[in-house]
């Protein structure tokens, strides 16, 4: 079993930056991926970021080139840097953790952009 904490969401203008993160409760070393979902009002959970085992990372189109997703693995814990943040941002994001065949999730943190 693996816990996840997400914080780091909030209510933030158009154009500005927050910075989410995820502490788990075990050693990151452990994932085979770690990564970021959102999921809007009405829509369906899509993934925004990841970072597989060998380091390699991942991002829908919708968010390259403003979110960073990182790692501290002292800490075990992932980060997601978004900037340039847009009404469209808004959503309630999850961490996610893959240790095959099982994916664990964060409760959710909730990211608002306001115009």
């Known amino acids: 079993q693996v816990q996840l904490v997400e914080s780091g969401g909030g209510l933030v203008q158009a154009g500005g930056s927050l910075r989410l993160s995820c502490a788990t409760s075990?050693?990151?070393?452990?994932?085979?991926?770690m990564g970021w979902y959102r999921q809007a009002p009405g829509k369906q959970r899509e993934l925004v970021a990841n970072?597989?085992?060998?380091?390699?990372?991942y991002y829908a189109d919708s968010v390259k080139g403003r979110f960073t997703i990182s790692r501290d693995n002292a800490r075990n814990t992932v980060y997601l840097q978004m900037n340039s943040l847009k009404p469209e941002d808004t959503a309630v994001y999850y961490c996610?953790?893959?240790?095959?065949?099982?994916?664990?999730w964060g409760q959710g943190t909730q990211v608002t952009v306001s115009s």
């Open positions: 996610n953790v893959l240790i095959l065949p099982n994916y664990y």
């Open positions: 075990r050693s990151i070393f452990s994932f085979n991926t």
């Open positions: 970072i597989i085992s060998g380091g390699s990372t």
